[in-house]
């Protein structure tokens, strides 16, 4: 059976373009330094317009940026999929389908390489994906096509609702590279922080499913300095985790927080019965974590509350984890072995 070809195309090199390419449909990406494609004939003429404007001319990134250019505007078709992973969401990752053929469009102020989409799933968590596929979406590349462990089959199962069925011939991927990526001819790697990020997500999901993610959020909160009290799993009156500071627990400011340990985006409803029960504690403050990540119109109320309460989704969960890694408490550590590494940033003149 043919699936939709699958390509990776990202909204700027720090996330920039990614509210504008959700909120007005489209594929919108950077290379500023060159106009309409459909001006050049060939991947060659491109390069060449690309090295000619380059204050430091290099052949080989010309012609990767020339190669995702010509892939943007000829190669990916009307009925694609695209994915576009979120950097200003970093837990969720944006599914949709190419309704429209490049244009060289205003957008804002200025002309930019564009395609038209239909986002089908703008907010879907990033562990709705296996690891292998999150590693692939990670190539240093801001136009990619994805082929690798039957990538296409796999994404059109998400788009359907059915989740990521994962790769079933195993054997044909010993051997392969960590990711295979493909824009034209070009091959990519991978972000590796992206990677080993994603695999502390995965393994924070397994090890602390349903009520013991509250337990680590606890433990989290518990090494910021906060006096908790975690409630025994079932019944909770809206709040999983009641928190204040000072040794007992009972000065300002006092923290509600409801924990929800589902891969779905939670909605605004939710949202709203968090601020009830921060009403019935009398509580100042209150935190809502959800696995799964916010539905846009929750994003949306949540900041009319910004004074008053947060949101964290699973990579604000891991983030919080890092930040306080050396003060969690021994039986936590032991439960989430982790270490810290350093290591170089390579250049990255692949994309923009």
């Not at 909120?23 to 290379?31: K, L, N, P, R």
């Not at 190419?98 to 564009?114: F, I, Q, T, W």
């Not at 240093?140 to 994962?166: H, Q, Y």
């Not at 921060?278 to 929750?298: E, P, R, Y």
Request: overall charge negative; aromatic content about 8%; glycine content about 8%.
């Amino acid at each position: 059976m043919a699936y939709p070809k699958v390509w990776v195309m990202r909204a700027g090199g720090y996330g920039e373009d990614e509210e504008t390419a959700l909120s007005e449909g489209m594929a919108i990406i950077g290379f500023r330094n060159v106009g309409n494609l459909m001006s050049f004939q060939s991947v060659e003429a491109i390069s060449a317009a690309l090295k000619k404007a380059d204050k430091a001319p290099n052949q080989d990134r010309a012609d990767t940026q020339a190669r995702q250019l010509w892939a943007f505007s000829r190669q990916a078709q009307q009925g694609d999929t695209v994915v576009l992973p979120l950097k200003n969401r970093p837990g969720q990752i944006a599914l949709g389908v190419l309704s429209g053929p490049y244009a060289y469009a205003k957008v804002g102020d200025e002309n930019r390489h564009v395609r038209k989409v239909k986002w089908v799933l703008p907010d879907l968590p990033r562990t709705t994906f296996r690891q292998d596929l999150l590693y692939s979406f990670g190539a240093f590349l801001t136009v990619c096509r994805i082929r690798r462990n039957e990538a296409e089959r796999r994404v059109a199962s998400v788009m359907e609702g059915k989740g990521d069925p994962g790769f079933e011939d195993t054997e044909s991927a010993q051997g392969q590279p960590a990711a295979s990526v493909e824009a034209s001819d070009v091959t990519a790697s991978a972000d590796l922080a992206q990677a080993a990020h994603d695999e502390i997500v995965a393994f924070v999901r397994e090890h602390f499913p349903d009520h013991d993610l509250a337990r680590l959020v606890g433990a989290i909160l518990t090494a910021e300095g906060y006096s908790v009290h975690v409630s025994s799993p079932g019944p909770d009156g809206g709040a999983d985790i009641l928190a204040g500071r000072g040794p007992l627990g009972l000065d300002s400011p006092t923290l509600c927080v409801q924990v929800k340990a589902t891969q779905d985006s939670a909605d605004v409803k939710i949202f709203r019965e968090l601020v009830g029960t921060m009403n019935s504690f009398k509580a100042d403050q209150g935190l809502l974590v959800c696995w799964g990540g916010f539905k846009q119109s929750t994003k949306t109320e949540a900041r009319q509350q910004v004074f008053r309460v947060r949101l964290w989704d699973q990579s604000d969960i891991v983030s919080a984890i890092y930040r306080t890694y050396e003060k969690l408490s021994p039986e936590i550590q032991a439960e989430l072995p982790m270490k810290h590494i350093w290591m170089l940033v390579p250049e990255d003149s692949t994309k923009e």
